[in-house]
DNA sequence: TTATAATTTAACCATATGGTTAAATTCAAT
DNA sequence: ATTGAATTTAACCATATGGTTAAATTATAA
């Protein structure tokens, strides 16, 4: 999970391969011998090392969650340069390029969200301040309330907007899979997914263009 | 599951209890012998009804399915009446009412697709047809397809546009939970949450507004 | 090299698990 | 009331499960 210049450690192999178990059959159904073997490790080092399943699951998901947040906030909203549809661009780009490279990871959010969230929900809130778009101390929820003061886009509900932003992006890269093979099923060329998904971005750049840019601002 | 106007039939007990079990736990977590106790049956009985847990799931699957494309497909897309935004209104209304009633059903079929969606792709093939968005035959697909041939709205990628429409009304009520239980940690009124998803729709109908309507068509 | 700490192993544990089976019970038709 | 079919039950099965433990092995420091 982390790429470090060293060999892996046995603790983050073990951590690597309860992701993969975690993506796959969730908490419930994940189990710590197939883990174990994932691993290549003996069982009961998942005990010495992290003491409980669910101790796993938590680090694993913090890890997840601290790796896509570090993704998120290396995106630069800094206001200073650039016309603000081509700033707008780069965060669509760079926050699709986040979802299609970790799709599984969001994967595992999406899991966690689904079942309850129990336990991601306390790792947002020690985290509240490093999330972008946290309406206190975002960076990227200031980018968008300076545009708004600024008069480069329609006053809106920010939160709202952001939420639109990342919702239209991810569900392509979560149901991609289930699509190619029902396009294999019809007797599709499933390259008509991938092209399909490539476009995905301009799309949604498309409608928050016209969206949320006020009309000045706008190029036809 | 269905809302019969007689007394609950055995079989539909054992689905109901089980759609509970599979929403929260998925289909790896779920046990055959809480979904007995739930059902108020004897575990046997399960394998009397459905021979094992998978065709229960299955079951499950197509029962949550059908259930939600009747439902969208319930809603009137005839274009002989009203003008093409308050139509869209009508079916952003429409469409975040199902996954607001229905957000556990949402969930599960959610669950199937981000662990493979090996069982629901067989059951979207099967009933590719009565899917309102497919490119062939959906009467959505028709609707908006029609609507840019009169010049109503930009000639845009109908899919695309349908997958914007959904994916922006779904994450609400998926996070919700989530969201109220942060909220409560953070020592915030969790009503914020309510009146903040209850604006949800009229905001997704503005950006769409904007976003795909062509200009003599927009109301200020 | 030795002693200690850290890591790893193999075996174990009590319980859980999806599924099976034969007997008991209930239902429906005559 | 009787018979056969359908349903239900309690017990069972072989294996799986998360976790435990003491011994063995390896690593480290002096």
Not at 40 to 51: C, E, G, I, P, W
Not at 116 to 141: A, C, D, H, S, V
Not at 154 to 166: V, Y
Request: hydrophobic share 40%; glycine share 4%.
């Amino acid at each position: 999970m982390k790429g470090k210049k060293e060999k892996e450690s046995k603790r983050d192999k073990i951590l690597n391969a309860a992701a993969e178990e975690f993506i796959e059959y969730g908490f419930y159904g994940a189990r710590t011998q197939r883990i174990a073997n994932k691993a290549k490790v003996n069982k009961a080092m998942l005990h010495y090392y992290f003491s409980s399943k669910e101790n796993i699951y938590k680090e694993v998901l913090k890890t997840v969650f601290n790796l896509l947040i570090e993704k998120l906030n290396s995106i630069k909203v800094d206001d200073k340069e650039g016309r603000p549809e081509e700033k707008m661009r780069q965060i669509i780009d760079a926050y699709n390029e986040v979802f299609k490279n970790y799709s599984n990871y969001v994967r595992l959010v999406i899991y966690e969200v689904i079942t309850g969230g129990r336990y991601i929900q306390q790792i947002i809130f020690e985290n509240i301040n490093r999330i972008p778009f946290n309406p206190w101390t975002g960076k990227l929820y200031k980018y968008f309330e300076k545009q708004i003061r600024k008069g480069n886009i329609r006053k809106l509900n920010i939160i709202q907007m952001l939420i639109s932003l990342i919702s239209q992006m991810v569900p392509v890269y979560i149901a991609k899979p289930v699509a190619e093979n029902i396009f294999k099923k019809l007797g599709l060329d499933k390259f008509i997914i991938e092209k399909f998904i490539n476009k995905r971005k301009e799309f949604v750049m498309d409608i928050l263009k016209h969206g949320i840019f006020k009309k000045s601002n706008k190029r036809r």
